[in-house]
T-cell receptor, first 113, second 116 residues
Framework: QKEVEQNSGPLSVPEGAIASLNCTYS??????FFWYRQYSGKSPELIMS????GDKEDGRFTAQLNKASQYVSLLIRDSQPSDSATYLC?????????????FGQGTRLTINP | EAGVVQSPRYKIIEKKQPVAFWCNPI?????LYWYLQNLGQGPELLIR????????DSQLPKDRFSAERLKGVDSTLKIQPAELGDSAVYLC??????????????FGPGTRLLVL
């Protein structure tokens, strides 16, 4: 099992709809979770971080964390074509005693006008 | 505030040649990271520095890769000799180095390496 898993997609969503991106992780002790957006040919850009169970909202973005089920999700409301990108889930894991940010492979999202 | 700066942005070399990448972190960020990102994959950590000390280099292929962070600011990542499989994007990131769970990493634009 990979430490952080995402569906690689592509995920295709019509403009104006809700895009739902999911991520599962292996370490039950993880405490911090991040969503990065990466446009093609660009570097990852942090869009959300979440540390407690429940929902965290920031504009059109909502991050959801369920530590018991070891999953974190990102919802994008009123999806726009500019949201088309790869979304990377990153989880702080303890590996061999050291804290390390581990990324999933990313989900490629396409918003169709 | 300036972000993480990397150079060069693109590099094309022949196999067996050496190559070096440079990174300047965000001012005041004590922790610096080098990541490797292959096409269609997420970034993978190569090495992490806290100030000038390499505290995690377990994923750095030490037979051909080396890194340094003199004076705890700028860093250089070197490959010698380069192999075809080294073609990838090399990302530098930095963070404040507070060691809490809210430690956030910020990425530079990356160096896209193509080995022919």
């Amino acid at each position: 099992q990979k430490e952080v898993e995402q569906n690689s997609g592509p995920l295709s969503v019509p403009e104006g709809a809700i895009a739902s991106l999911n991520c599962t992780y292996s370490d039950r002790g993880s405490q911090s979770f991040f969503w990065y957006r990466q446009y093609s040919g660009k570097s990852p850009e942090l869009i959300m971080s979440i540390y407690s169970n429940g929902d965290k909202e920031d504009g059109r973005f909502t991050a959801q964390l369920n530590k018991a089920s070891q999953y974190v999700s990102l919802l994008i409301r009123d999806s726009q074509p500019s949201d088309s990108a790869t979304y990377l889930c990153a989880v702080n894991l303890i590996i061999q005693g050291a804290q390390k940010l581990v990324f999933g492979q990313g989900t490629r999202l396409t918003i169709n006008p | 505030e300036a972000g993480v700066v990397q150079s060069p942005r693109y590099k094309i070399i022949e196999k067996k040649q050496p190559v070096a990448f440079w990174c300047n972190p965000i001012s005041g960020h004590n922790t610096l990271y080098w990541y490797l990102q292959n096409l269609g994959q997420g970034p993978e950590l190569l090495i992490r520095y806290e100030n000038e000390e390499a505290v995690d280099d377990s994923q750095l292929p030490k037979d051909r890769f080396s890194a340094e962070r003199l004076k705890g600011v700028d860093s250089t990542l070197k490959i010698q000799p380069a192999e075809l499989g080294d073609s990838a994007v090399y990302l530098c990131a930095s963070s404040l180095g507070l060691k809490g769970i809210r430690e956030t990493q910020y990425f530079g634009p990356g160096t896209r390496l193509l080995v022919l």
